[in-house]
């Protein structure tokens, strides 16, 4: 483990931040760990990990406290609540891997920097697959020293790490920006491959013709392949948190007075299917409303048949009740 870094901890064991600790404690670094799941601390402790009560606990036994939470609300209450990181005996540098936006991760720093806490925010990217192969893109802003000091745990997880800026809040201004471009680009795929279905063309090839052309995007060449073609629904991240990140990225474009057409169009789309239903599913879940408004369905070659994967879907819902 590097001299620079004594102890880590780390709040919030999800899909990202699960695999991110699994990640830091294979490259040999000691790790205390909280998360309101009692069964992910569980499953680190067998790893190497070491437990702890509650956000405060952690800092009290960590100099440098990592989080990966969900939405704002959580990383504030972590951060500063009454039981917060900012109440830690020990805790010297704070690491936000969440996606809460500049406003958030500025206000967070304030508080904590009277507390002389140093503040990173470090929102990734590269998705569930990254956070497991340790290559996530992270996007730092912050103190250059505290910067320095925690680069080689970031090295432990990524696979590039790019220094935004100095100014707290700048990392998340980066990630918004590329969030609202990747939703985009999801929605805009599924209207166009509902559409290229719906007049008779073959998916498959559709979507290798596109990925050899100026359509190309992370959908097409990613998200449709592994997760909409083989009716998966399962390889990338929550419509909820998309939506929440889109939301944040109009937000600040509001306050800096730049006009987001597309963007806003995106938001409803995104909300549509939350109003329906889908904020806790997949986000390539999406094109399931557009296949229903256009009666056709989305289906690769090699993909289950309508009844496979209907069965599929009843032997989720049924074998925990049959398992109990």
């Not at 990966?68 to 010297?92: E, K, W």
């Not at 408004?293 to 070659?301: D, E, F, L, S």
Request: a neutral charge; proline letters at 4%.
């Amino acid at each position: 483990m590097n001299d620079a870094v004594v102890q880590l901890g780390f709040i919030g064991l999800g899909t990202m931040g699960y695999p991110i600790c699994r990640n830091l404690l294979a490259r040999g670094h000691s790790l205390v760990v909280f998360d309101a799941n009692a069964e992910a601390v569980k499953r680190l402790v067998s790893s190497g990990a070491l437990a702890a009560a509650s956000p405060q606990d952690v800092a009290n036994r960590a100099d440098t406290v990592m989080v990966c939470l969900p939405d704002t609300d959580a990383v504030r209450n972590v951060a500063v609540g009454t039981s917060g990181i900012v109440n830690g005996a020990r805790v010297r540098t704070y690491v936000d891997f969440s996606t809460t936006g500049p406003a958030v991760a500025a206000e967070i720093a304030s508080r904590l920097a009277e507390r002389n806490i140093s503040a990173i925010d470090s929102p990734v990217t590269g998705g569930i697959a990254g956070a497991h192969e340790g290559s996530l893109t992270l996007m730092v802003s912050g103190p250059s020293d505290a910067f320095r000091a925690i680069r080689p745990a970031l090295e432990s997880i990524s696979s590039k790490i790019v220094f935004v800026s100095e100014i707290p809040g700048q990392g998340q201004m980066m990630k918004l920006i590329n969030n609202i471009l990747s939703a985009a680009a999801l929605a805009i795929t599924a209207e166009a491959v509902v559409l290229g279905v719906k007049a008779g063309l073959d998916v498959d090839m559709l979507l290798e013709v596109v990925n050899r052309s100026s359509g190309r995007n992370s959908a097409t060449a990613e998200k449709f392949p592994r997760s909409v073609l083989p009716r998966k629904f399962d390889a990338f991240g929550r419509t909820d948190i998309i939506y929440k990140d889109v939301c944040l990225c109009l937000e600040q474009a509001e306050a800096l007075g730049v006009p987001m057409w597309v963007g806003n169009s995106v938001k409803q789309l995104f909300g549509f299917a939350m109003s329906q239903g889908g904020a806790k599913q997949e986000m390539t879940t999406l094109v399931k409303y557009l296949e229903e408004w256009a009666g056709v369905v989305v289906r690769g070659k090699d993909a289950p048949s309508a009844v496979e994967e209907r069965e599929g879907v009843l032997d989720a819902i049924v074998s925990p009740v049959r398992s109990k």
